[in-house]
C-alpha cells in the first residue's frame, strides 16, 4: 500500500518543495533591479552594489507586521544612511496597489524609498515566502542576514557591512 502511494505523493512533493531552497540567501549575492519609487524618483540597485550596503524591506500595505517593523527601520535609516547605507523598501505588488502603497508609506511615516513591484519580478527573483522579508548585504552585495524582523545593527556590524 505505502509503495503505491509513493508514486503520487512525490511529484506533489518536488512541485510544493519550498521556494526558500532556491530563494537569495545569506553569502549570496543580491539580485539588482532598477526602477522607480513611489515618488518617481529612481532606483538603480545595479548603482549601489559595490558601493554601499543596503536593506531591502519586502511590504505590502495589508500587512500589519510591516506596519510594526517602519519605525524600526527609520530609526535605522535615520542613523546609517548618512554613513553611507541605502534603505529602499519592496512593496511585493501582491493583492496591492500603488495609491494603497503611496497612502501606507505616507500614514507610517515610511522616511526611505519605496518600489512598487507591480509585475512581481523582482519579489519573484527573491523567492519570498512573506511579508516583511529583509535582506541586509554588505556593500558587495553579498547578503549578510535574511529575516522576517528588522536586524540589530551595530557600530561594529556596520563597520563590517562597509569592509573592502
Same mark, same amino acid.
Given at each position: 500500500?505505502? !509503495? !503505491? &502511494?509513493?508514486?503520487?505523493?512525490? $511529484? &506533489?512533493?518536488?512541485? @510544493?518543495? $519550498?521556494?526558500? =531552497?532556491?530563494?537569495?540567501?545569506?553569502?549570496?549575492? @543580491?539580485?539588482?533591479?532598477?526602477?522607480?519609487? @513611489?515618488?518617481?524618483?529612481?532606483?538603480?540597485?545595479?548603482? /549601489?552594489?559595490?558601493?554601499? $550596503?543596503?536593506? @531591502?524591506?519586502?511590504?505590502?500595505?495589508?500587512?500589519?507586521?510591516?506596519? /510594526?517593523?517602519?519605525?524600526?527601520?527609520?530609526?535605522?535609516?535615520?542613523?546609517?544612511?548618512?554613513?553611507?547605507?541605502?534603505?529602499?523598501?519592496?512593496?511585493?505588488?501582491?493583492?496591492?496597489?500603488?495609491?494603497?502603497?503611496?497612502?501606507?508609506? !505616507?500614514?507610517?511615516?515610511? !522616511?526611505?524609498?519605496?518600489?512598487?513591484?507591480?509585475?512581481?519580478?523582482? /519579489?519573484?527573483?527573491?523567492?519570498?515566502?512573506?511579508?516583511?522579508?529583509?535582506? =541586509?548585504?554588505?556593500?558587495?552585495?553579498?547578503?549578510?542576514?535574511?529575516?522576517? /524582523?528588522?536586524?540589530?545593527?551595530?557600530?561594529?556590524?556596520?563597520?563590517?557591512?562597509?569592509?573592502?
Amino acid at each position: 500500500m505505502k !509503495r !503505491r &502511494l509513493l508514486p503520487l505523493f512525490l $511529484p &506533489l512533493f518536488l512541485l @510544493l518543495l $519550498p521556494s526558500a =531552497l532556491l530563494a537569495v540567501q545569506q553569502g549570496q549575492q @543580491l539580485i539588482p533591479f532598477k526602477g522607480t519609487d @513611489l515618488d518617481g524618483r529612481v532606483i538603480d540597485l545595479y548603482q /549601489t552594489i559595490g558601493n554601499k $550596503p543596503v536593506m @531591502l524591506i519586502f511590504w505590502a500595505s495589508w500587512c500589519p507586521s510591516c506596519k /510594526t517593523e517602519v519605525p524600526k527601520i527609520n530609526q535605522l535609516a535615520d542613523k546609517y544612511r548618512e554613513k553611507g547605507m541605502e534603505f529602499i523598501a519592496v512593496n511585493v505588488g501582491y493583492n496591492d496597489s500603488v495609491e494603497r502603497a503611496q497612502a501606507f508609506a !505616507r500614514k507610517n511615516d515610511m !522616511r526611505y524609498p519605496a518600489y512598487f513591484d507591480g509585475s512581481g519580478k523582482v /519579489t519573484e527573483q527573491y523567492q519570498l515566502l512573506g511579508v516583511p522579508t529583509i535582506i =541586509l548585504a554588505d556593500k558587495h552585495g553579498v547578503v549578510r542576514f535574511r529575516n522576517y /524582523t528588522a536586524p540589530n545593527i551595530s557600530e561594529a556590524n556596520f563597520a563590517q557591512l562597509m569592509a573592502d
